[in-house]
């Protein structure tokens, strides 16, 4: 009888855990604020050194040539984290990188 109650626990543990991974955060410190969550939108433009990116549908961060960015990591679907400064409403990248990167096979 024990059995069958912790065997219907283990999909329910499974579904929280994942999905308190995949909530995203933001975390005021000081001047700058971190955020760790899925990107829903990345605009390079080919006619100038700045793009900005789209975080959980909610922060759209410009980032600037001079930021700790490497852009050829940031595609839509991934999860980051990043931090940025707020200076009269434009939020600019300090720094942003991908939480998980995909293992390829060689």
Known sequence: MTT???LKLVPL??????T???APV??????????RGRVTAVDSSATSDVAQVVIEDRDRVTVAPAAQVAMADVRPGDVVEARYTEVAGQKTAVSMYN???EIQAP
């Not at 543990?13 to 994942?18: D, E, K, N, P, S």
């Not at 933001?26 to 955020?35: I, L």
Request: hydrophobic content about 55%; proline content about 0%; overall charge neutral.
């Open 4 to 6: 069958k109650w912790v």
């Open 20 to 22: 308190a991974v995949a």
């Open 99 to 101: 939480v998980f990167h």
């Open 26 to 35: 933001w975390v005021r410190n000081g001047y700058e604020t971190e955020v």
């Open 13 to 18: 543990t499974a579904l929280v855990a994942t």
